[in-house]
């Protein structure tokens, strides 16, 4: 008797099972997605890319870099390997700013040493002059793979006018300089 029942659940559970698939493939009409690499890819002589970073939280630039990073591993994969395929450049002109503070290094190692590993393989980083002076800080301050702009939106825009596509990979909202996440972090006599 209890063969008969387990024979029973195991071929109950098996034809509930090939219902429910062919119930899936029935309410999924459009098969399966594919990798496609476009095939001039190879051709593109250079991709040219802005990263705009506006993070209310300064850690949000960890996840941030995680893209920048999946760009350049995909370029480098499908595209073409003779020469520096991505121009990339990272503009931070936000709440972030502290991130790239020499004093707060300690606190953001691990962003900061993951960046110095991108800005050695070219890639550029950006800060708002106007930004790191409002949370205390000149360009000196900052950390040596890292250059001051006037603006960062005045950046944003002359790497447009040379060629380069936007990633707003903050927020383009207006957001406070000083907020929650960063006011431990500014230079004390910029209070």
């Excluded at 991709?47 to 999946?70: C, E, M, Q, R, Y």
Aim: aromatic share 12%; hydrophobic share 45%.
């Amino acid at each position: 008797m209890k063969t008969s029942h387990t024979l029973f659940f195991l071929i109950f559970g098996l034809a509930a099972s090939f219902f429910t698939y062919a119930e899936t493939e029935q309410r999924t009409p459009y098969g399966s997605g594919e990798l496609t690499v476009w095939p001039d890819l190879k051709e593109i002589e250079q991709i040219k890319v802005i990263w705009d970073f506006v993070f209310d939280d300064p850690t949000s630039v960890d996840g941030a870099l995680n893209p920048v990073v999946a760009v350049l591993n995909a370029a480098a994969e499908h595209g073409r390997v003779d020469f520096k395929l991505i121009d990339t450049v990272v503009v931070s002109h936000g709440p972030e700013a502290v991130v790239w503070a020499k004093q707060n290094y300690d606190k953001f190692k691990d962003i900061v040493d993951r960046a110095a590993q991108l800005a050695e393989q070219g890639v550029r980083f950006e800060v708002c002059n106007n930004v790191a002076r409002a949370l205390g800080f000149s360009p000196e301050d900052l950390h040596g793979f890292v250059n001051a702009v006037p603006s960062g939106s005045l950046a944003v825009v002359y790497w447009q006018l040379k060629g380069y596509s936007v990633i707003h990979a903050g927020s383009t909202s207006p957001v406070k300089i000083v907020n929650q996440f960063n006011e431990g972090d500014i230079k004390k006599d910029a209070e």
